[in-house]
C-alpha cells in the first residue's frame, strides 16, 4: 500500500464517525446518487451498514444535516465578512453569501433542498437555523424604524428566512436558474426591508 493510501486510510479512520457518514453522503449526492440507500451509504463511508442509522435514524434527519452544514457554511462567511452599519446592507451581503454556499455545489444543494422539503418524521432545525442567520444579519436593526425597532428584529429575521426558502424551492424545482437566484432573493429581501427602513 503506498504511503498516500496508508495515511488517507489513517485519517478516515481517525475523523469521527458522523463527519464521516456526513461527507459520505455529500459524495453520493455530488456523483448525482441522490435515491442512494443506506446501505450505499455505509459502504461509501467505510462503516457498518447499521452506523448510519445509530448516528442519524433515518435518511432524511441526514439531509437535515447537510442542511445545517450549509447554514453553518453561511454563517462562518457572514462573520468573515465586512459588516457595514446599515442592517440592508448586511442582510444584502448575507444573501449573497447564502446564494453563493447554494451555487457552490447546485448539484448537491438541490437534492438536499429536495429531500427536506418532503414530508417525513424527521424533524429539523432548519427554520430555526435559517432565522439565525438572518438576525445575525440584522444585528441590532441599525437603519431600520426606531419606532418598533424591538418588534422589527424580532419578526424580520423569520420572514427573511421564510422569503429565502421560497426562493431556494423555486430553485430546486428548476424554476429559477442559477443565475436568477440571487437576483430574486435579494429582491424579496429588499421588499421586506423597505417595510421597515426609515425614511
Given amino acids: 500500500m503506498s504511503e498516500n493510501k496508508m495515511e488517507t486510510g489513517k485519517k478516515r479512520r481517525g475523523e469521527p464517525v458522523r463527519q464521516r457518514v456526513i461527507d459520505a453522503a455529500e459524495r453520493l449526492l455530488r456523483d ?4 442512494f440507500s443506506m446501505r450505499d451509504l455505509a459502504c461509501e463511508a467505510g462503516v457498518s451498514f447499521a452506523t448510519p442509522f445509530n448516528q442519524f435514524g433515518s435518511k432524511p434527519a441526514i439531509m437535515h444535516a447537510l442542511s445545517a452544514r450549509r447554514i453553518d457554511a453561511m454563517l462562518t462567511r457572514l462573520d468573515a465578512s465586512p459588516q457595514p452599519p446599515h442592517a440592508a446592507d448586511r442582510v444584502a451581503i448575507a ?30 432545525e432548519v427554520r430555526s437555523n435559517s432565522t439565525a442567520l438572518w ?7 441599525a437603519g431600520l424604524t426606531s419606532l418598533r425597532r424591538d418588534e ?17 424551492s423555486f430553485w430546486t424545482a428548476g424554476e429559477l436558474a442559477d443565475e436568477e437566484l440571487g437576483p430574486a432573493a435579494r429582491q424579496i429581501a429588499d ?4 417595510a421597515y427602513s426609515c425614511d
Fill in 32 to 35: 448525482g446518487r441522490a435515491e
Fill in 95 to 124: 444573501v449573497d453569501i447564502a446564494v453563493a454556499v447554494m451555487l457552490d455545489e447546485p448539484i448537491v444543494n438541490r437534492a438536499v433542498m429536495a429531500w427536506i422539503g418532503t414530508g417525513s418524521v424527521a424533524s429539523g
Fill in 135 to 141: 438576525a445575525q444579519a440584522l444585528g441590532d436593526g
Fill in 152 to 168: 422589527v428584529c424580532r419578526i424580520l429575521p423569520a420572514q427573511l428566512a421564510l422569503a429565502f426558502r421560497g426562493a431556494l
Fill in 191 to 194: 421588499t421586506l426591508l423597505r
